[in-house]
């Protein structure tokens, strides 16, 4: 069923070239493992049983991580409510709803596809934001599973999993194996390090692109369907602010899923490169949304961003 949310050619685009590049570098990589190892069997085995695994449960390894649980409308209304409104607008699936008890801020989408999607939000957010804030959190969300993004997103990231595996087995075997192997051995594995870092290390900079600009594409759709960009902003500056005041080591545990929250666990503006970054920079969110809200004509709401 197609959503009302609007198509993003820019997006689709973008998505479409970093897979075929993704595609590329993961036929090279199959085919560079199989003539090292010399058993296509099992590496097709190994890929195909682990790619399978990321596809289907990716839901339920999120939610477990993140100590999220499906939550019935007698429990939060409010929530439910939001989330109806929307998916009303938007014309799509209404997603599972679910709450992480974490005082961190934030929210994720994840989920193979519109009938099989969870919504989570923290209960830290529930209590920072007001009603119209939280609906422009979700509608954000919910652009990521309109867009298909987080089956994207999941399906291309698996090369780099893949291959950081592949590094981590081959470093390990020739450090504890090394002297039981002849010097062939020694070269092949070596072989599979050197293509497997090579292989992490470009699909890593090929999905944080594809990630910031989704990301971006989210925040438009959720402005554009609720009409109120403002809001969305406020939220995000609201998040964003709360996140620079929580200890380091209390964001620790929720950083490996910050290519699915609605604002990244860092904390604090990444010092780290942009082209590093999950996420766009706050700076780049809100002016997009600026542009949006003169766009569409919006009145500046009192005090809003």
Same mark, same amino acid.
């Given at each position: 069923? %197609?959503?009302?949310?609007?198509? *993003?050619?820019?997006?689709?685009?973008?998505?479409?070239?970093?897979?075929?590049?993704?595609?590329?570098?993961?036929?090279?990589?199959?085919? &560079?493992?199989? /003539?090292?190892?010399?058993?296509?069997?099992? #590496? /097709?085995?190994?890929?195909?049983?682990?790619? +399978?695994?990321?596809?289907?449960?990716? *839901?339920?390894?999120?939610?477990?991580? @993140?100590?999220?649980?499906?939550?019935? $409308?007698?429990?939060?209304? +409010?929530?439910?409510?939001?989330?109806? $409104?929307?998916?009303?607008?938007?014309?799509?699936?209404?997603? #599972?709803?679910?709450?992480?008890? @974490?005082?961190?801020?934030?929210?994720?989408?994840?989920?193979r596809n519109a009938d099989h999607a969870v919504v989570c939000v923290t209960t830290?957010?529930?209590?920072?934001?007001?009603?119209?804030?939280?609906?422009?959190?979700?509608?954000?969300?919910?652009?990521?599973?309109?867009?298909?993004?987080?089956? #994207?997103?999941?399906? !291309?990231?698996?090369?780099?999993?893949? !291959?950081?595996?592949?590094?981590?087995?081959?470093?390990?075997?020739?450090?504890?194996?090394?002297? %039981?192997?002849?010097?062939?051995? &020694?070269?092949?594995?070596?072989? #599979?390090?050197?293509?497997? =870092?090579?292989?992490?290390?470009?699909?890593?900079?090929?999905?944080? =692109?594809?990630?910031?600009?989704?990301?971006?594409?989210?925040?438009?759709?959720?402005?554009?369907?609720?009409?109120?960009?403002?809001?969305?902003?406020?939220?995000?500056?609201?998040?964003? +602010?709360?996140?620079?005041?929580?200890?380091?080591?209390?964001?620790?545990?929720?950083?490996?899923?910050? !290519?699915?929250?609605?604002?990244?666990?860092?904390?604090?503006?990444?010092?780290?490169?942009?082209?590093?970054?999950?996420?766009?920079?706050?700076?780049?969110?809100?002016?997009?949304?600026?542009?949006?809200?003169?766009?569409?004509?919006?009145?500046? !709401?009192?005090?809003?961003?």
């Amino acid at each position: 069923m %197609r959503s009302r949310f609007r198509s *993003d050619r820019r997006l689709t685009a973008r998505m479409g070239v970093t897979l075929f590049l993704l595609g590329l570098l993961y036929v090279a990589f199959i085919a &560079a493992l199989i /003539v090292l190892l010399k058993s296509w069997v099992l #590496v /097709v085995v190994i890929v195909a049983a682990m790619l +399978g695994a990321q596809y289907w449960f990716s *839901d339920r390894v999120a939610l477990f991580a @993140m100590r999220g649980r499906p939550v019935e $409308r007698e429990e939060y209304p +409010g929530l439910h409510g939001v989330v109806d $409104r929307l998916c009303a607008m938007a014309d799509m699936p209404k997603p #599972v709803v679910a709450v992480s008890d @974490m005082e961190m801020p934030n929210a994720f989408a994840t989920g193979r596809n519109a009938d099989h999607a969870v919504v989570c939000v923290t209960t830290g957010l529930l209590r920072r934001l007001e009603r119209d804030e939280l609906e422009g959190v979700l509608a954000h969300e919910l652009a990521h599973v309109a867009h298909k993004d987080v089956a #994207v997103i999941t399906i !291309a990231s698996f090369l780099g999993v893949i !291959a950081g595996l592949v590094v981590r087995f081959a470093f390990y075997s020739q450090l504890f194996g090394g002297g %039981r192997r002849d010097q062939n051995t &020694a070269v092949v594995l070596a072989a #599979v390090m050197g293509v497997s =870092a090579a292989v992490y290390a470009l699909s890593f900079l090929l999905i944080r =692109a594809l990630s910031r600009y989704r990301e971006l594409a989210a925040d438009r759709a959720a402005a554009l369907l609720t009409g109120r960009p403002s809001v969305l902003a406020s939220a995000l500056t609201k998040v964003s +602010g709360d996140l620079a005041r929580i200890p380091t080591k209390d964001l620790r545990t929720a950083q490996a899923f910050n !290519a699915f929250y609605f604002t990244p666990a860092l904390g604090r503006e990444p010092n780290l490169a942009r082209i590093l970054s999950t996420h766009p920079s706050l700076e780049q969110r809100l002016e997009q949304l600026g542009r949006i809200s003169a766009e569409l004509g919006e009145p500046t !709401a009192p005090g809003g961003a």
